[in-house]
C-alpha cells in the first residue's frame, strides 16, 4: 500500500496554511467529532460484515467510495437512504441493521446527522498524515537571532504580528533551569553565585553545568522516562512475574546520555536490561487479543517512539487513523517468537497471520541489507548450525529481580543450550535440571551468536527455543533500524516535541502522541529534529538547545483551560506555567523543608521511591499504560492529602518540632530563610506579618507547621512559571 | 436554561445537563439533612456551588462527539451502596443453596453441593442458606438474581474478575478504564457537593494484588477527581475527613484564613490566574469545606448510639455499612463497601470453605439486613441501591467453568479426611447470585436459576456484566450510550454501548 500524504509537503503548509485558512472551509472541530464518530459507529457496528474484509450481501462501508457505490445512501434524499431505513426498524424487526442489537437512539441521531450533512469523510478516505521524511530547514539569511529556534521565533512573531516580550530575569529562570534540568531547587550559594555572575553567557554555562550533573539529571528524568515507557517499581504483572522492571538500564542510560536511537534499539530488543518494554505486561489467565504482549509491544513503540496510535487498529482497522488490522498485527509479529502473529478482528480469530512487515514502506525498501534481512528470518536458515554458531558466555540463576545474584547452571544444561534444545521452564525449576534452587527463579543465558551478543532471560513456565530467541533477536534488529532509521522523520519529531512539551509546557504539536496533528511552526518541529539528527540524537543536546533559546526565556503565558492549549488555532506567545508533578514536589520540599523519604540518613529521591499514597495523591500515575502527559489539574483527593494526609502530617510534626527547637521565637528568620530557599525571593512585608501572626497565636512549635504548611501549599512553590 | 421550579438546582457536567430537582427530596428525609446543612452552612454551600459549577464549566473533561442527554427525571435511584464480597462466593453455600450434605469421613467431593441446610425466607417458596436469618427476613425488600455468569478469563486471577465486574471491561486494557462509580460521578456528579461523589470504604490495598486492586478502584482517564476516596477501615475513618490529629478547629480555621490572604497578596498575583492554579485552589477550598462541614460528621460513627451498633455489629465491615447509611443520608452518590480482598482471605476459600463459609455468613448477614432495615425505615431505600455483588461463585468440583475448565487452585484432596476439605474450593464462573434491593429494582422477585445438580450453572435468564452495569445506570437516568473521548476515540460505559438494561429487574422500566 503506498501512502499518500493529504498536505504534500511541510513547505507549502507553512507558507501558505494562514491565507488558506481563509479561503478553504476547514472542516470545524464539531463536523470533525461528528464525522470521527460517525465512522467510529460504522467501524464498530457495520465492519465486522460489511467491511475492509467481508462483504455480506455484497455491502461494504469502509470507505465513503464504497457507501455510496453501494447506493444504501441517498445524499440528496437523506431520509430515503437504505441504511437510514434499516436502522431505524424496531427492535427484533427481522431486517433490523445491525441484526444482533438495534443502535441507540443515539448513534442513529449521529448517522442521520452526518448522512444529512453530506456524509463528510475527510482525506483519501482517511485520515491526514504527517509526513515521513525529515526536512533540513535552512537557516534564516539576516535574521537579527543566532540561536536557530529563535529565528523561526522571530518570523512566526512577525507573522502573527506579536512582539518580543523582554526575557525572564536571573531568579526564574534559575528556577526554570533547576526544575528542568535536575528537578531541584539552587542552594543559597548557587543562587547568590549565578545572580552575581556578570558573564554573557552565564544561562548557557548554567545549563551546562546543571546538565552535567550526572545523578541529578538520571534522577529527575527518570520519572518522565518511567511514565513513557511504563516502567514501575510495583504494579500490576509484578504479582505473577508477568512483568519485569528496567530500572537499571534507565538509569544507566539516563547517567551516560546514552544516544536516543541506541537506547531505542536497545528497548526494541531482548537485551535482559531493557526487555520489560516489549515483553509487557502479562496478566494470569486468557486476555484480549489486542491485549497480547506482542501486541501491547507494537502499541507502545508505535505510540512512544513513532507518535502514532495503532491502539484501535488492533482490533479492526481503524477509523481514526489510517492503519490497518493487518498493519497492526504486521507490526505485531516482529516481537512474536514464532514470527508471526494471528490475526484477530475484535478478538475473534479471523484464520489469517501475519508475518513482519514495518508501517512505513518507504524506509528500507532501497535498503538492500535490511530486505534481505527480512527475507532471511521468515524461515529457519537451512544451514543452521547452532553447536558451532552458538556459544554460552555464562547461564546462571537469578530472581526475577535480581538477577545478577548468580548460581550457576549445571553444564548438563549449558549443553542443551548449546545444541538448541527446548528449554522449558515451570513451577520456578527448569525441567531436567538437577541445579536449579528453588527460589531462584529466573535463568540468565549470556551467549553469542554469530557476532551477535545476546542476554537473554528465562522467566518461570516460559518455552525457550533457542532458535527461535536468536530468530526474534535478529527481527527486532531489523525493526530497530526501521524504526531509528535516518529517513524516519517521524522517530525524531516525536521525541523533539515530547521535550519540547516537557520544557515549554505545550508540544509543537500539541497531543504528543498523535504526531500526524499540525505543529504551530513545522519549521521549528522539523529543524530540531533534523538537527537532533546531525547531533547524533544527544538528548543533551536537544535540552540545552531548547532551553538556550529566547522562546524558552520568555515569560510564561496564562492558559484559560487546557482546552484552549489544545486547540488548533493555538498561537504560541511564550512557555506555559507548569505544575510540579508529585516527584518535583516532593523533592523540592525535602530539599527545603525536611526529607520525605530517607534510607539510612540520606534523603531518597521521590523518583527513586515506590508510588505511595502520597505520590498517588499527587498525581503520580500507575505504569499499566504509557503516560505521556500528568494531569496539571487539582483535585479533591490531591488536596485532601495535603490538607490532614499522614505522611505530610507526620513530616511537618517532626520538622515543626525542630525548627521550634531551633528557632525558638526567632520566626521572622525562618520565614526569610524558607523564602529565600524556596522560592528566591525575600518575603514581602504583608507576607511576613501574615505568617508571623499564625506563630504569634500559639508561639508554640504549630506555629512552625502551619507556616510551613502554608508556604509549601502556595501555587508559587508549586509551579514553574 | 429555563428554571423549571424554584429549587431546581442545575448541574454541569462535562457537556451534559442535569437537572436535579430538589422538590424531590422532600418527599424524603434527606432533604432534612440537605436542607439543615445549607442552613448551617448556607456561605460555603453558595460559595461552593457557584465555584463547583464555574469548574465543571471549565473543565476539560474528555469531550463526546454528542450530547448525551441523561433524564434524571425518569431515574429511579440517586444512590447507590455497592457492595463487593470479595474473593468468590458460592451461591450454593448463600443464595442458592442446594441439597445438603452433611459431612462425613469419606465423602467425595463430588457429593457435596452445599454444606449447609436451607432456611425458608420472607419471600414463600425462597430459600436461603442456613447463616442468613437477617437477610432472609428482608428478601421481600429486594430482588435476587440467580443467573450471573462472569467471563471467562482463563486461569483465575480474582483482580482480574473483579476488574471486570467493577469496570465493565476485561483487564488488560489500553486505556486506563473508569470504574462505575466513577463513570457516575462523572456523568451526574455529586448531590451533596461537599462529598466526594466515590467513597470506598473497607478495601486496603496493602497485601497481595494490591497494584491489580489499584488499577480498577480508579476513574482511569476520566481523572483523578472522580477516584475513590479511600477508607481502609471505617473504624478510623474518623482522621480522613478530620483536621491533623492534635489541630483544633479554630486553629485549623486560622491556617486557611491565613492562607487564602497569603494567595490574596501574593507578588505574582497575576500568575495565579492560571486555569491550573486556579484548579489547585479550588480543590484545596473544597478539602477545607468537607472537613470543616457538618456533613464530615457522616463519617462519624461515634454519633450512633449503642444500640445501632450492636444492630449492624462489631466487624469492619459491619462498620462499613453503618458509614454507608450515613453517606447516603448525608447525601452521597455513590459508596462501594468491601469484604476487604486478601487472597486467600475471607470468601477466597481454597480449604476449609464450609467453615469460613459459616464464618463469612455471620460477617455480612446482619450488616446487610440492617442496612436494608434501616434504609427502608428512613426512607432512603426508595432512591437508594443497595448492590451486592463478587466476582463469581465457587464449587467443591469445577474450577472455572465446566468445558472450559482451569488449572485447578485448590488445596484440599478431593475424598474428604478432615473437616477442613469440606467447602467449595474451587472457584466456578456461572450461577453466580447477586442482590439488588432499593432504587427502582423490584421487591421480593427472584431472577434466573441455576441447576439443581452439579455443574449448578445458570438454565434460565443469564445476565452477564454489560446488562447488569447497565440496568444500574438505567436507575440512574445515566443514558445508554454514555461515553467519553479518550485518545480520539469514544469509550463507552459498557462495552461498545451494548449492554441493555434488564427491565425485568425493575419497578417499572
Known amino acids: ?721 | 436554561m429555563k428554571r423549571k421550579h424554584p429549587v431546581d438546582i442545575m448541574i454541569l457536567s462535562g457537556r451534559s445537563s442535569i437537572y436535579l430537582n430538589f422538590n424531590r427530596y422532600f418527599k424524603s428525609n434527606i432533604v432534612k439533612i440537605i436542607s439543615e446543612w445549607i442552613v448551617m452552612d448556607r456561605r460555603d454551600f453558595v460559595k461552593l456551588l457557584g465555584t463547583g459549577t464555574m469548574a465543571m464549566l471549565g473543565a476539560p473533561s474528555p469531550s463526546r462527539a454528542f450530547e448525551v442527554k441523561h433524564d434524571l427525571s425518569r431515574a429511579t435511584a440517586d444512590h447507590v451502596i455497592w457492595i463487593t464480597m470479595a474473593g468468590g462466593m458460592a451461591h450454593t453455600e448463600t443464595f442458592d443453596p442446594k441439597v445438603y450434605t452433611p459431612y462425613e469421613k469419606g465423602l467425595h467431593a463430588s457429593k457435596v453441593l452445599s454444606t449447609f441446610p436451607s432456611i425458608p425466607t420472607s419471600v414463600d417458596e425462597l430459600y436461603l442458606s442456613k447463616g442468613l436469618e437477617h437477610l432472609a427476613q428482608v428478601m421481600h425488600l429486594g430482588t435476587l438474581i440467580r443467573s450471573y455468569q462472569a467471563a471467562d478469563l482463563g486461569n483465575i486471577l480474582h483482580t482480574k474478575h473483579q476488574y471486570h465486574f467493577h469496570t465493565c471491561y476485561q483487564p488488560p486494557q489500553s486505556v486506563s478504564v473508569p470504574h462505575i462509580a466513577a463513570w457516575v460521578s462523572h456523568e451526574i456528579g455529586g448531590i451533596n457537593p461537599v462529598l466526594p461523589n466515590w467513597i470506598n470504604i473497607g478495601q486496603q490495598f496493602v497485601k497481595g494484588e494490591k497494584e491489580e486492586l489499584k488499577l480498577f478502584h480508579s476513574a482511569g482517564f476520566l481523572g483523578a477527581q472522580h477516584g475513590p476516596f479511600v477508607i481502609s477501615d471505617p473504624r478510623k475513618s474518623m482522621s480522613s475527613v478530620n483536621p491533623p490529629p492534635g489541630m483544633d478547629i479554630s486553629r485549623f480555621e486560622r491556617r486557611n484564613r491565613v492562607y487564602r490572604e497569603m494567595l490574596a497578596n501574593s507578588p505574582v498575583a497575576d500568575v495565579l490566574s492560571d486555569y491550573q492554579i486556579e484548579s489547585f485552589q479550588r480543590s484545596m477550598q473544597q478539602a477545607y469545606a468537607l472537613v470543616k462541614s457538618p456533613s464530615a460528621k457522616a463519617f462519624d460513627l461515634s454519633q450512633e448510639t449503642q444500640e445501632v451498633h450492636s444492630d449492624y455489629g462489631e466487624s469492619k465491615f459491619a462498620k462499613g455499612c453503618l458509614m454507608a447509611r450515613r453517606l447516603v443520608e448525608h447525601g452521597a452518590r455513590f459508596v462501594t463497601v468491601s469484604t476487604d480482598y486478601i487472597p486467600f482471605k475471607g470468601w477466597d476459600t481454597h480449604k476449609d470453605g464450609h467453615r469460613t463459609a459459616k464464618k463469612m455468613k455471620e460477617t455480612i448477614d446482619r450488616p446487610i439486613a440492617q442496612l436494608i432495615k434501616d434504609l427502608e425505615r428512613r426512607g432512603l431505600l426508595e432512591r437508594t441501591i443497595v448492590f451486592v455483588g463478587t466476582e463469581f461463585s465457587r464449587d467443591s468440583m469445577i474450577e472455572g467453568r465446566l468445558g472450559q475448565e482451569v488449572r485447578d487452585q485448590a488445596q484440599t484432596p478431593n475424598s474428604l479426611s478432615d473437616i477442613s476439605h469440606y467447602g467449595m474450593h474451587r472457584h466456578f464462573t456461572d450461577g453466580i447470585s447477586l442482590l439488588a434491593f432499593g432504587g427502582g429494582f423490584n421487591r421480593g422477585l427472584v431472577y434466573g436459576r441455576t441447576a439443581d445438580e452439579r455443574p449448578c450453572k445458570v438454565v434460565d435468564n443469564p445476565i452477564r456484566i454489560d446488562d447488569i452495569h447497565q440496568t444500574i445506570y438505567h436507575a440512574l437516568g445515566i443514558s445508554k450510550g454514555t461515553h467519553a473521548f479518550t485518545e480520539q476515540r469514544p469509550f463507552y460505559t459498557t462495552p461498545d454501548g451494548k449492554g441493555k438494561a434488564r427491565k425485568a429487574l425493575l419497578q417499572s422500566a
Not at chain 1, 529556534?149 to 530575569?169: C, K, M, S, T
Not at chain 1, 513513532?306 to 488490522?325: E, M, P, Q, V, Y
Not at chain 1, 484477530?344 to 513482519?356: E, N, Y
Not at chain 1, 545478577?404 to 522449558?424: C, N, T
Open chain 1, 1 to 721: 500500500m503506498s501512502r499518500q500524504f493529504s498536505f504534500p509537503s511541510y513547505p507549502f503548509v507553512a507558507g501558505f496554511f494562514l491565507t488558506l485558512t481563509n479561503l478553504i472551509a476547514e472542516p470545524s472541530d464539531e463536523m470533525l467529532d461528528l464525522q470521527y464518530h460517525a465512522r467510529q459507529i460504522i467501524a464498530h457496528k457495520c465492519w465486522k460484515c460489511h467491511g475492509s474484509e467481508r462483504d455480506e450481501g455484497d455491502l461494504r462501508l469502509h470507505t465513503r467510495q464504497h457507501i455510496m457505490d453501494s447506493g444504501t445512501v441517498d445524499l440528496a434524499n437523506p431520509q430515503a437512504s437504505r441504511l437510514l431505513q434499516r436502522i431505524n426498524l424496531p427492535e427484533g424487526h427481522k431486517k433490523v441493521m445491525p441484526s444482533e442489537s438495534k443502535l441507540p437512539d443515539d448513534e442513529i441521531a449521529v448517522l442521520t446527522k452526518w448522512i444529512e450533512g453530506g456524509m463528510q469523510w475527510d482525506g483519501r478516505g482517511a485520515f491526514k498524515e504527517a509526513p515521513l521524511a525529515p526536512r533540513y530547514v535552512p537557516p534564516i539569511e539576516g535574521s537579527p537571532y543566532v540561536h536557530r529556534i529563535d529565528q523561526h521565533i522571530d518570523r512566526y512573531f512577525e507573522q502573527n504580528g506579536i512582539a518580543w516580550q523582554p526575557l525572564v530575569g536571573d531568579r526564574i529562570f534559575l528556577r526554570r533551569a533547576y526544575m528542568d534540568c535536575i528537578g531541584l531547587l539552587p542552594t543559597k550559594e548557587e543562587a547568590n553565585a549565578f545572580i552575581s555572575d556578570s558573564s554573557p553567557n552565564k544561562r548557557r554555562a548554567l545549563v551546562s553545568e546543571l546538565l552535567s550533573r550526572k545523578k541529578s539529571y538520571q534522577q529527575h528524568w527518570q520519572t518522565f522516562w518511567n511514565d513513557l515507557l511504563r516502567n514501575a517499581y510495583t504494579g500490576t504483572g509484578f504479582i505473577t512475574g508477568g512483568r519485569t522492571r528496567i530500572t537499571d538500564w534507565l538509569r544507566s542510560s539516563l547517567m551516560s546520555n546514552k544516544p536516543y536511537d541506541i537506547m531505542v534499539n536497545e528497548l526494541l530488543s531482548t537485551n535482559a536490561s531493557s526487555r520489560g518494554f516489549i515483553d509487557g505486561i502479562k496478566w494470569r489467565g486468557t486476555v484480549s487479543a489486542s491485549q497480547s504482549t506482542e501486541m501491547q509491544a507494537a502499541q507502545n513503540s508505535a505510540q512512544v517512539f513513532l507518535g502514532l496510535n495503532i491502539k484501535c487498529a488492533s482490533c479492526h482497522d481503524a477509523f481514526t487513523s489510517n492503519w490497518s488490522l493487518m498493519q497492526s498485527h504486521q507490526l505485531a509479529a516482529y516481537f512474536s517468537q514464532s514470527g508471526s502473529v494471528p490475526i484477530h478482528r475484535c478478538d475473534k480469530d479471523t484464520g489469517k497471520v501475519a508475518t513482519p512487515k514495518f508501517l512505513f514502506d518507504a524506509l528500507g525498501r532501497d535498503d538492500d541489507d535490511a530486505s534481505a534481512n527480512k527475507n532471511e528470518v521468515q524461515s529457519k536458515p537451512e544451514n543452521f548450525q547452532l553447536k558451532t554458531d552458538l556459544t554460552v558466555n555464562s547461564a546462571h540463576y537469578g530472581l526475577q529481580d535480581k538477577p545478577e545474584q548468580q548460581i550457576d547452571v549445571s553444564q548438563k544444561i549449558r549443553k542443551q543450550i548449546e545444541s538448541g534444545s527446548y528449554i522449558i521452564s515451570s513451577n520456578n525449576r527448569l525441567v531436567d535440571s538437577d541445579s536449579a534452587p528453588r527460589k531462584k527463579n529466573v535463568l540468565v543465558i549470556d551467549m553469542t551468536y554469530n557476532g551477535i551478543h545476546l542476554k537473554k532471560i528465562i522467566r518461570q513456565n516460559e518455552k525457550i527455543d533457542i532458535v527461535k530467541v536468536i530468530q526474534t533477536e535478529q527481527r527486532l534488529m531489523e525493526l530497530g533500524q526501521l524504526f531509528t532509521h535516518r529517513e524516519n522523520g517521524r522517530f525524531s519529531r516525536t521525541i523533539v516535541n515530547r521535550y519540547w512539551s516537557q520544557l515549554m509546557g505545550r508540544g509543537l504539536v500539541f497531543q504528543v502522541d498523535e504526531m500526524d496533528g499540525l505543529p504551530w511552526s513545522v519549521d521549528i518541529l522539523d529543524d530540531l529534529a533534523y538537527r537532533f539528527v546531525e547531533h547524533g540524537y544527544d538528548i543533551k543536546w536537544l535540552i540545552t538547545e531548547i532551553m538556550t533559546s529566547r522562546a524558552y526565556q520568555l515569560p510564561s503565558v496564562l492558559s484559560t483551560s487546557r482546552k484552549t492549549l489544545s486547540k488548533t488555532d493555538y498561537i504560541f506567545k511564550g512557555p506555559i506555567v507548569r505544575r510540579l508533578t508529585a516527584e518535583q514536589f516532593t523533592d523540592c520540599f525535602s530539599q527545603v523543608v525536611k526529607p520525605i523519604y530517607t534510607h539510612k540518613g540520606k534523603v531518597v529521591r521521590a523518583s527513586d521511591n515506590p508510588r505511595d499514597t502520597f505520590q498517588a495523591a499527587l498525581g503520580r500515575p500507575n505504569r499499566d499504560n504509557v503516560v505521556s502527559m500528568r494531569s496539571e489539574r487539582g483535585n479533591l483527593l490531591e488536596s485532601l492529602e495535603l490538607t490532614n494526609g499522614t505522611k505530610l502530617d507526620s513530616t511537618l510534626n517532626e520538622v515543626a518540632k525542630e525548627v521550634y527547637q531551633q528557632y525558638g521565637n526567632d520566626v521572622i528568620v525562618y520565614i526569610a530563610d524558607l523564602f529565600d530557599r524556596g522560592l528566591g525571593r525575600q518575603a514581602t512585608q504583608r507576607e511576613l506579618e501574615l505568617l508571623v501572626s499564625i506563630y504569634n497565636e500559639t508561639k508554640t512549635s504549630s506555629g512552625y507547621y502551619d507556616i510551613i504548611w502554608t508556604f509549601i501549599n502556595l501555587p508559587e512553590f508549586q509551579s514553574i512559571f
